[in-house]
Each structure stands twice: as structure tokens, then as C-alpha cells.
């Protein structure tokens, strides 16, 4: 009750517009969610004009890479997807963003017809999957005050009603931004990044990994690495928005 009047409280002190029509009361309004492009197929992660995939995850030319497969919502080129995800990541840092960003994936599984049921094997006594957020170094998160990856993967675990290993990856290293660096550099610039603080949790589990974006793919497949290093069985990433996605 008590969080409900705080809620209203800020509500009047503090209305939402929505990011795209400034109508008042929403971030993000219905009308303007309904009018970003969801991607209805699954394409490799590793090709740089992407090749849609069929219940493989991945093309013949990329089966040595860590990373199983990618899911990724939509576009990164969307303006109000790319409004959003930046107000997430960067000041004015609006955590409220969570919900709609993670809306956009559920959105796309109930597109694509693949609901996270039918992904995950549920055999068994345990859990034989999990949802993952890919960490931020600790410094970073501090100063953001949430990790935007862990926001959606909490959201997205409470949905599918699917367990959550928040605090099991970790970032060791502190990395300058992806974004300053060739696809070769960020792979140098990531490496050995990560570890696993549990690693009997994961053994033998499909990993399914929470991000915002993906570029190259060089954080998603070091962070693989390291969990299959730790024994996972899989590893898919589950992302907002993909850059350079064509549709076909």
C-alpha cells in the first residue's frame, strides 16, 4: 500500500510522457509500442549481413563459436527503440525503462512462436535452465545504481516464472566502452572479463543470457566461454535490439 501512494506521489510531482508522442502518463503509450518492427525470425549472431537460421541457433560456417544462438526483439536502428536504450544506459537513467524493453521480448517470443516453455527442458528435479544477466564491472554499477541487463532478466524470469542467476556471473575487469573499438579490438578489449562465482549452479544447464544490444557479439561470446568453461551445456543470448539486423 504503502509503495502504491509513493507511486501516485511521484506520478504528480514527476508525470510520464511518452518518449516518442509526449502523451501524458507513459513512457513509452500503447500506440507508439504498437508501432516498432518486432523480428519475427532467428538469425545467426555471427553473420555480418545475418542469415536466418531455423532450430539451429547458427550457421554451418559459425559452429565454433561459444554462443549457441541469439534472439534478438528488434532493430537496433528503430528511433524509439534506440531513445529507450539509451535513456536506460545513460543519464537521465530511467530504470522504469525496464518494462517496456523487456515487453519488447516477450513480445518477439510470442511472435515467433517459440515461448520460453518450449526452449527450456524441464526434466528432472532441478531447473535445467536459467535466465543470466550479462554483469557490468562493479564500480560501473554502482554509479548507474542498477544494471540494466539484470532489470530485464528479472523481469523476464518473473514472467516465465524461470530462475535467475543474478550474482553468479561477474565482471572482474574494468573494460573501456565497446563502443570505441573495431569487432577485433572488442574482442581484445572483453577478454577475460568474466568469471563464475558458482560454477556448480550452471553445470549442465542451458544458460540463457540477458543484454540490451548486440553489436559483434564479443561480450555475449566471452561471457559463453566462460560458462561453458564452468560446465554450462548451452549458452543462447536473449537481447532488445540487434544492430545491423535485415529482415527477409
Known sequence: MLKKWKNQILDLLFPQFCLRCNKEGFLVCC???????????QYCPFCSTPNRVIN???????????????????????TLVKKM???FKYEPYIKNLSLPLASLIISHFTLTEKHPSTLFD????????VFMPVPLFKRKEKTRGYNQSKEIAEILSIYYKLPLQKDNLIKI????????????????????????????LIEGKTIFLIDD????????????????ANGAKKVFGIVVAREGLQKD
Do not use: W
Not at 539451429?56 to 528503430?78: E, T
Not at 524441464?122 to 535452465?129: D, K
Open 85 to 87: 536504450l539509451f535513456l
Open 56 to 78: 539451429k541457433g547458427k550457421c554451418p560456417s559459425h559452429q565454433d563459436f561459444a554462443l549457441n544462438g541469439l534472439f534478438s526483439a528488434c532493430d537496433y536502428k528503430n
Open 31 to 41: 500506440d507508439c509500442f504498437s508501432t516498432i518492427d518486432l523480428n519475427p525470425f
Open 122 to 129: 524441464r526434466s528432472g528435479q532441478a531447473p535445467s535452465a
Open 173 to 200: 575487469k574494468k573494460t573501456k566502452s565497446q563502443t570505441e573499438f573495431s569487432k577485433k579490438e572488442r574482442a581484445l578489449n572483453i577478454a577475460n572479463s568474466f568469471i563464475i562465482k558458482n560454477p556448480s
Open 213 to 228: 544490444v548486440f553489436t559483434t557479439g564479443a561480450t555475449m561470446e566471452e561471457c559463453s566461454n566462460t560458462l561453458k
